[in-house]
């Protein structure tokens, strides 16, 4: 059974730090998503990796697909990044994304 | 140029009732998806519709059917609510099936069941 594990639950961060939230999962994968959930709910995908690493902005996701884990950084944190950080895969070839609970991130001014 | 657009953004029923979520897309994609939220777990699929004509069930579909209408409209509908399905439900389309696509959400339609 896929299973994917986000750590931490929760985090709390001052303006300007250095940030990383972290994803385990048990299958491989095709690829793996990183997406960004605004306190008013809405969804947007931020990255979708399958090798190495990608970066947009300060926003910056790697994975190691044979560890099967994958890193989201956030560099100088501002608090417009408070948000829930979810990550998400699924097996080759199937329709079906298993998400993470989820990475409560609140930035303090 | 709306991207996912989902209706209503609310709604209250109570046990028994049947509603239908509306879900439309306009950026040609064929795949289409209706997840559950709840708290303290991860977004579930409840059923997908790789391209028009075809749909087929998730993690967790019973209690619910959809219909891919047409290619930029899928819905989902309760037949009968039960409190266990006061959720938010998003709905989400890609340009093609499985994990190597970007999936675009719609804004999440809040549904309480008494």
């Known amino acids: 059974k896929n299973e994917v594990e986000q750590s931490p639950q929760n985090l709390t961060a001052q303006e300007g730090e250095f940030i990383t939230i972290n994803c385990s999962y048990s299958v491989g994968i095709s690829a793996l998503h990183w997406l960004q959930q605004h306190p008013g709910g809405g969804i947007v995908s931020l990255f979708m990796l399958s090798s190495g690493k990608k970066k947009h902005g300060r926003l910056i996701a790697t994975i190691n697909i044979q560890e099967k884990h994958s890193s989201l950084h956030i560099t100088a944190s501002h608090p417009r990044d408070s948000a829930v950080y979810i990550c998400a895969n699924s097996g080759a070839g199937s329709y079906q994304l298993t998400f993470g609970k989820g990475t409560k991130l609140s930035v303090i001014p | ?114």
Request: some cysteine.
């Open chain 2, 1 to 114: 140029n709306a991207g996912v657009t989902q209706t209503p953004k609310f709604q209250v029923l109570k046990t028994g009732q049947s509603m239908t979520l509306q879900c439309a897309q306009d950026m040609n994609h064929n795949s289409m998806y209706w997840y559950r939220q709840d708290p303290g777990m991860g977004l579930r699929l409840i059923y997908y519709s790789a391209s028009e004509g075809t749909t087929d069930k998730g993690e967790v579909p019973n209690g619910y059917n959809v219909s891919r209408l047409n290619k930029r409209e899928f819905s989902l509908r309760l037949e009968s609510a039960a409190p266990s399905q006061t959720s938010v439900y998003f709905c989400a389309s890609s340009d093609s099936g499985g994990a190597g696509y970007e999936q675009y959400f719609g804004p999440g339609t809040r549904l309480t069941v008494t």
